[in-house]
């Protein structure tokens, strides 16, 4: 079966915080590490702060969507991160 990852990064030095979906949850915060991604590059380094799995990539992009709304940073931020 297989698994997709909704994540949350957080800047280690700024008040930023990003979200994403993928099927590689070692290889893509990498990447956002690297510089390899323009909407996080200047906010590096930043450090997976919470992951939510799920069985498909349709539902991924639908909760990362929704994570994105004002709402779903609303949720996001009282209920999952606890901040």
């Known amino acids: 079966m297989p ?9 280690i030095y700024k008040d930023y915080i990003y979200v994403g979906f993928t099927n590689n949850l070692e290889k893509r915060p990498q990447e956002h590490n690297d510089g390899l991604v ?21 539902r991924a992009i639908k909760l990362e969507k929704y ?3 004002g709402s779903g940073k609303a949720i996001l931020k009282k209920r999952i991160l606890d901040v």
């Open 67 to 69: 994570f994105k709304t």
């Open 38 to 58: 323009q909407s996080t590059k200047s906010y590096r380094p930043l450090e997976v702060i919470a992951y939510i799995a799920v069985a498909t990539e349709a």
């Open 3 to 11: 698994q997709w990852f909704v994540y949350v990064l957080k800047s």
